[in-house]
């Protein structure tokens, strides 16, 4: 597991932080699409991502979903930070995009590190500030583009996301994600097809235009 941290944080944190991180990280794993966090939770961990990718989504009085932003390895997220710190039940949902795995660090140390290590402090407030630029970017997304515009982003940034230009995922999946119908996506992507923007497959959809 050192290596795996080493090769996603070694970059960002010194030796002293990632045998730290190594000594009390505590490990999980999850499948495609098994929920990581649940709206309504209490957080003690925050997660380092090692390897993987999960998509964070909102959910509103009604129970549709909107996805707010993914994340990679090498990211944390920082609602789970300050749910942490504020001991406050958690407003978002964390969905394993594809197979990750975690290491999960305890408040208690969170907030010592932020103290002891210049890195950890720089890379949990480029984290706040990386996570909010990405939901005003999702608010943008929403007020300025249509609808067409809206869901070829959101084909590429999940491609990009997966680092595969085919995307095994389904029309209703996607009209969750983006808080609409079926019938609007299945709509929208014939007319990306026909623009050649996409070519629709069977359970697949291959992004062309990236």
């Not at 706040?128 to 070829?152: G, H, V």
């Not at 026909?194 to 497959?201: A, C, D, S, T």
């Amino acid at each position: 597991m050192k290596s795996l941290l080493q090769d996603a944080y070694g970059f960002i944190f010194e030796d002293e932080l990632i045998e730290e991180i190594n000594e009390v990280g505590i490990y999980k794993s999850f499948k495609k699409d098994d929920i990581i966090i649940e709206i309504g939770d209490y957080l003690k961990s925050m997660p380092l991502l090692i390897s993987g990718a999960i998509k964070v989504l909102r959910e509103d009085q009604d129970g549709d979903e909107l996805l707010l932003y993914f994340l990679e390895r090498g990211d944390t997220c920082a609602m789970t930070l300050t749910c942490c710190i504020g001991n406050a039940q958690s407003e978002i949902r964390a969905i394993a995009e594809s197979d990750t795995q975690l290491l999960m660090i305890p408040v208690q140390k969170m907030e010592e590190w932020t103290a002891k290590y210049t890195s950890w402090r720089h890379f949990v407030f480029e984290s706040y500030q990386n996570r909010l630029s990405e939901m005003l970017d999702t608010l943008d997304t929403i007020a300025f583009l249509k609808m067409d515009e809206r869901l070829m982003k959101y084909l590429r940034d999940k491609a990009k996301i997966n680092q595969s230009e085919t995307l095994k995922i389904t029309h209703q999946q996607i009209a969750y994600d983006m808080h609409t119908s079926r019938v609007v996506i299945s709509r929208l992507l014939k007319k990306l097809e026909i623009e050649l923007k996409i070519k629709l497959h069977r359970n697949s959809i291959e992004v062309i235009d990236l």
